[in-house]
């Protein structure tokens, strides 16, 4: 027997709908490339992406159709998460920080119809517009009056002028919840892309337990400042939650240094912010340096690579701002576990909170998670056995876009390519990815921690570590540091610096002084390049004091 309640597909289109009848005289301001501060409602949005949903039906767009955006932070990319994926077609994100090739490869492997773009990116559009083989249109996001001119870009057209010529008179379809919305490719070090491709159902459940009080934490109380990028994984859901919550959204543009940001989080009241830790280190050094804080600021969502603990407690203990540390990956859509407290680490000092804090977190109900061994057995929740991480849930990949790297699912479960630990109460963390752990004679070491233990000290800047190719251990610890700037620091010092803190054989054998360590496409650090560089150190040197 079936129950009698009405049957209404899960559409991203009623997230807007939501917040413009019911939210309709909350804000969004956006700092805009053009140089001003741009500020509408809801119920403004709501009727400009009707007029866009219009102009792309007009253009032909048609359900399931890809439709890219190379763009920032900002409202027009905001209307455009809207009308493509309410119209029936697909979002495609692109991410303007990849190399012009991989941008090529990734827009004709997803064959990609239309290309939304910011101002800022014309010189990458005109790099590619000529190379891409599907796309029939380039739409520069600005008003006539900032148009460039271009004579390398075929049938460039002005979003302004494009949404003008429609009226707001749409009816958002209504279609399976399963279709297609959106669609992000992974940043894949090794081999090409792969397209993680969303359904409008995985993003609406996503977008209730990412909300939820023990996830993101988000109402229509909060002021919300996505700094995480709308290109990479929807900015971890938040302009869809924003919408759900009905709360006032802040785009920041593409101004994403310290002294900016500060500014916005001051002048427009923002409460909760998200982003990956490299960004959080720009914003501190910029408050410790000018002796500021933070009037509003009450949380700050920090992952996409772990969040060392001394970033933590300075946000934390100097400026009154929580941190919730998440995991997550593209092809989760990507929150996985955010780490909140339970009622039984209340009474905890502030020193062991924050070793939990440490960890990744908890799963967020509609994902489950387990690790398993080399056999594939699964491994206890003990908070110190080691294990590939596998997940499964309502907004987990079950395959890639196009079946690209054929079958990903090992028995129902995808494998996270992470390594981590479960303790009892569930907190999960991640001790590695996979292919950066470092083998020492035949144990496991996990590079998070040994970078989390340099970056407590008061000299470095950031610090990376790397399995360095070993004569008789085969792989052991090296350390590459940027030194904070007018600092002193000796190898000497900073592997001192370990005693006490870490199993000694854990201890790195050196410690590279580096200018800069790379960083890839989405923040995160390019091991492969520093294993590239200075995975023979060791083999150079003198080698282990092991040995
Ligand atoms: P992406 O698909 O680009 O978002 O990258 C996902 C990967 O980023 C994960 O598989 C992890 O290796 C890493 N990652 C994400 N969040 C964290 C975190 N809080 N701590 C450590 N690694 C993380």
């Known amino acids: 027997m079936n129950g009698l309640m009405m049957d209404q597909p899960l559409l991203i289109s009623s997230l807007l709908t939501h917040a413009e009848r019911h939210h309709g005289e909350q804000q969004i301001v956006s700092r805009r490339v053009e140089g001003d501060v741009h500020r509408y409602t809801y119920r403004d949005m709501g009727q400009r992406v009707r007029r866009l949903a219009n102009a792309l039906a007009a253009r032909g767009i048609e359900q399931g159709e890809r439709v890219a955006t190379l763009a920032w932070n900002g409202y027009r990319h905001m209307e455009l998460y809207y009308a493509v994926s309410g119209s029936g077609a697909v979002l495609h994100t692109l991410n303007p920080r990849l190399h012009p090739d991989q941008v090529v490869w990734i827009a004709d492997h997803a064959e990609d119809e239309i290309l939304f773009f910011d101002l800022t990116f014309l010189p990458l559009i005109e790099a590619i ?5 599907t796309i029939k249109a380039f739409v520069v996001m600005t008003d006539r009056a900032h148009m460039p001119a271009s004579s390398k870009v075929p049938n460039l057209l002005c979003y302004e002028d494009l949404i003008d010529d429609h009226t707001p008179d749409f009816e958002w379809p209504v279609f399976d919840e399963k279709a297609a919305s959106s669609l992000c490719y992974t940043s894949g070090t090794t081999g ?37 990028p709308m290109f990479h994984v929807n900015a ?16 920041p543009g593409p101004w994403l240094d310290g002294k900016s940001l500060h500014d916005l989080f001051e002048a427009e009241g923002v409460t909760v912010s998200a982003g990956v830790p490299t960004v959080w280190q720009g914003l501190l050094a910029h408050v410790e340096s000018n002796d500021l804080h933070f009037s509003t600021m009450r949380r700050t969502i920090i992952g996409g690579s772990a969040c060392p603990p001394a970033m933590m407690r300075a946000f934390q203990e100097r400026y009154d701002v929580q941190v919730l540390h998440a995991w ?6 990507p929150v996985g576990t955010v780490c909140t407290l339970k009622p039984c680490h209340q009474t905890l000092s502030a020193a062991e909170r924050l070793a939990i804090q440490s960890k990744q977190g ?21 908070g110190k056995t080691a294990g590939e991480l596998m997940v499964r849930g309502a907004w987990v990949i079950s395959n890639y876009f196009k079946g690209e790297g054929a079958g990903p699912l090992v028995n129902g479960w995808f494998p996270t390519g992470d390594v981590s630990t479960i303790d009892a109460d569930g907190f999960m963390q991640i001790t590695d990815r996979s292919k950066d752990v470092i083998k020492s004679g035949g144990e496991w070491i996990g590079s998070i921690d040994l970078e989390n233990i340099a970056m407590a000290h008061p000299a470095v800047e950031m610090a990376a570590c790397i399995a360095a190719r070993h004569p008789k251990w085969d792989e052991r610890p090296l350390l590459i540091v940027v030194k904070k700037s007018g600092q002193e620091l000796t190898r000497d010092e900073l592997i001192k610096f370990y005693d006490g803190r870490i199993a000694k054989w854990w201890t790195p054998d050196d410690v590279v002084f580096v200018d800069r360590i790379p960083l890839g496409a989405t923040g995160k650090v390019q091991k492969n390049l520093l294993r590239d560089a200075h995975g023979d150190h060791l083999m150079a040197n003198s080698g282990s004091r092991f040995a």
């Open 236 to 251: 971890w859901g938040l302009p869809y939650i924003a919408c759900m919550v009905g709360a006032k959204l802040v785009f």
């Open 362 to 382: 908890r799963s967020v109900f509609g994902i489950d998670m387990k690790i398993v061994g080399e056999d594939g057995a699964e491994l206890p929740h003990d």
């Open 192 to 228: 090409n892309p792969k397209g993680a491709l969303y359904s409008h159902r995985s993003t609406m459940l996503h977008t209730y337990a990412a909300a939820l009080p023990d996830a993101l934490n988000c109402s229509a109380k909060d002021v919300i400042l996505p700094v995480v």
């Open 129 to 133: 517009a000529s190379r891409v083989s």
């Open 328 to 333: 997550g990956m593209t092809e989760l859509s």
